[in-house]
């Protein structure tokens, strides 16, 4: 799914939340708060590229302006996910406060493999 067609999917759209994807790029860039409402369209989008037989996936962390427990746990099932099928999960560049969020969670080397 390009960017163009998710502006038109209100299943992927949240007030205070965007999910831009990149599927030739196999990256999703989530804007905003990663939480309970929006974790589930974060874990879809990596189901739909998994469907689409896409091995590795990056998720760019750096236009998050939140992440709570929901968003972490949400973090951690799609890494589990994707070495589940032999394949990575990336996260990149994550800006303080979800480093905070991942050590205070102890799992800064499960998810950033640091």
Not at 88 to 93: E, G, Q, Y
Request: aromatic share 4%; charged share 25%; hydrophobic share 45%.
């Amino acid at each position: 799914m390009n960017p163009a067609q998710l502006d038109r999917d209100p299943a992927r759209q949240f007030p205070g939340f965007r999910l831009d994807v990149d599927d030739r790029a196999r990256l999703l860039v989530p804007v905003g708060e990663l939480d309970a409402a929006t974790a589930p369209l974060l874990s879809d989008a990596v189901d739909d590229l998994q469907a689409e037989r896409v091995d590795d996936v990056t998720v760019e962390l750096g236009r998050l302006t939140f992440i709570c427990a929901a968003g972490l746990n949400s973090l951690l099932a799609i890494s589990r996910r994707q070495r589940g099928v032999g394949h990575r999960l990336v996260l990149r560049n994550p800006p303080a406060h979800v480093l905070r969020v991942f050590r205070l969670g102890g799992v800064n080397d499960l998810l950033l493999g640091a």
